[in-house]
């Protein structure tokens, strides 16, 4: 009998030739044959095998009757019978995560409250038939849970989270982003008011938001240490201010699309909360490069900065990060159109563990820029360059040559690369996953050559 407690499984080819029904089959049977075998699972995680059906998780469920731990997301062929069966047999279940499981219903989330009521962690972020009616039974018979997710559960409303905060409050993890129109102020001020212990806080989108939400957030808790409220062009810098003065332990703070916040909310946080490790600020045009360097002074831990489309920053702010924050893995610069070389060189020459970069739309960028990164940044995992017109294809073959863990390429728009740059990245393929090539000037057979070389890329553009 097999001792293992904790199984992971990913994608993977079992076929001998790859073909799709082989890999279906294949899989069910090998999850059926583990779980016959592996009685004492505590943990399975199969997110993102898309071809699992119900038949692998029933079997899951009547021979795993221990299990704490299930991950099925992203596996949309699931339906209520898998869940309901798992709720039935694993009554110890803890932790479910079944995001983008589309097929589900209240009558699977309904079940699992009603049989798991020692659930901590339940995420069903994307399950659009999700609606009040089985939140409202987590809310009232699992009252430990520590963690909820509803992200893009259109169907909720208000009703819902505030009863989660009446009943579970344990609570410190939520993310209600994008739940639509129908969440207000009243289920943020719940929340914070009853689960003082919040830590983590998402409500993207939830358009309605206003002050009220933050200024509550900042009364009740301190403890608060990602705080992400994106879209919520309501929200002004009066929260923001009272947000970094009494919730200094935050780590991480997402105010995109939040345009009515200026400096002084920025430069406030960077006095406060200076253990923050990521600031995204995309399109708060109004700030400047006050904001950036205060935040370069006092965040020396900042890991990843997001200034897209704030028109006002120049290279001095963008310098003073690179020789202040010297961590930084994650920089997105979208249409900041005052940048130049200096700041990139600058960013190469200082942020070395960089892994992510996005210049895109920096049309005062060239070659020196983009060489300089391949050469001391050599860990870069994702670059963004897309309508970058100055560049050429000595850029794309530096990045090529000397960035061997390169995953995502956009060159798009790049109309002075030509066949050159395909040639080396055919020449130099190490696991590129995805490369767009819209609208740039490379031939269809230089490019039909790649794709053939290389099948698992996935090629945007380039007219294939």
């Given at each position: 009998m097999c001792q293992l407690s904790s199984l992971t499984i990913r994608n993977i080819n079992v076929g001998d030739d790859g073909d799709d029904d082989e890999l279906m089959t294949m899989r069910d049977y090998n999850i059926r044959s583990i779980t016959h075998h592996c009685t004492g699972l505590l943990l399975l995680d199969v997110s993102s095998c898309h071809e699992l059906t119900d038949a692998s998780i029933i079997s899951i469920s009547a021979h795993c009757t221990g299990l704490q731990t299930l991950k099925v997301a992203q596996c949309k062929k699931l339906t209520d019978a898998s869940i309901i069966s798992i709720s039935t047999y694993c009554t110890g279940l803890q932790s479910l995560n079944v995001s983008l499981c589309k097929k589900l219903t209240d009558a699977s989330i309904i079940s699992?409250?009603?049989?798991?009521?020692?659930?901590?962690?339940?995420?069903?972020?994307?399950?659009?038939?999700?609606?009040?009616?089985?939140?409202?039974s987590v809310a009232v018979c699992c009252s430990g849970l520590q963690s909820l997710d509803v992200g893009r559960c259109v169907k909720l409303s208000d009703s819902c989270i505030i009863s989660i905060s009446t009943y579970c409050t344990r609570l410190t993890s939520l993310n209600v982003s994008y739940c639509g129109y129908d969440i207000t102020d009243d289920s943020i001020i719940s929340i914070s008011t009853y689960c003082t212990g919040l830590q983590s806080l998402d409500f993207s989108?939830?358009?309605h938001l206003t002050d009220a939400s933050i200024i509550s957030i900042s009364s009740h808790c301190i403890g608060m240490q990602f705080l992400k409220t994106s879209n919520c062009k309501k929200i002004t810098d009066?929260?923001?201010?009272?947000?970094?003065?009494h919730c200094t332990r935050l780590q991480s703070l997402d105010v995109s699309h939040c345009v009515r916040l200026t400096d002084s909310s920025i430069i406030s946080i960077s006095l406060y909360c200076t253990e923050l490790q990521l600031l995204h600020v995309k399109w708060c045009d109004e700030l400047t490069d006050a904001s950036i360097i205060s935040i370069s002074t006092h965040c020396t831990g900042l890991r990843s900065l997001d200034v897209s489309y704030c028109k006002k920053i120049t290279?001095?702010?963008?310098?003073?990060?690179?020789?202040?924050?010297?961590?930084?893995?994650?920089?997105?610069?979208?249409?900041?159109?005052?940048?130049?070389?200096?700041?990139?060189i600058s960013i190469a020459n200082h942020c070395t563990a960089l892994q992510s970069l996005d210049v895109s739309s920096c049309k005062k960028l060239t070659d020196a820029s983009i060489t300089s990164i391949s050469i001391h940044c050599n860990g870069l995992q994702s670059l963004n360059v897309s309508n970058c017109s100055l560049l050429t294809d000595a850029s794309i073959i530096s990045i090529i040559t000397y960035c061997t863990g390169l995953q995502s390429l956009d060159i798009s728009l790049c109309n002075q690369l030509t066949d050159d740059s395909i040639r080396s990245i055919?020449?130099?393929?190490?696991?590129?996953?995805?490369?767009?090539?819209?609208?740039?000037?490379?031939?269809?057979?230089?490019?039909?050559?790649?794709?053939?070389?290389?099948?698992?890329?996935r090629v945007i553009g380039g007219g294939l």
């Open positions: 699992i409250s009603t049989h798991c009521t020692g659930l901590k962690v339940l995420n069903v972020s994307y399950c659009v038939n999700i609606t009040d009616h089985s939140i409202i989108g939830c358009y009066d929260s923001i201010l009272l947000i970094s003065t290279d001095d702010s963008i310098i003073s990060i690179s020789t202040h924050c010297t961590g930084l893995t994650s920089f997105n610069t979208v249409n900041c159109s005052l940048l130049t070389d200096a700041s990139i055919s020449m130099h393929y190490n696991g590129l996953q995805s490369l767009n090539v819209y609208r740039c000037r490379v031939l269809s057979h230089t490019m039909s050559a790649l794709k053939s070389n290389y099948p698992s890329l």
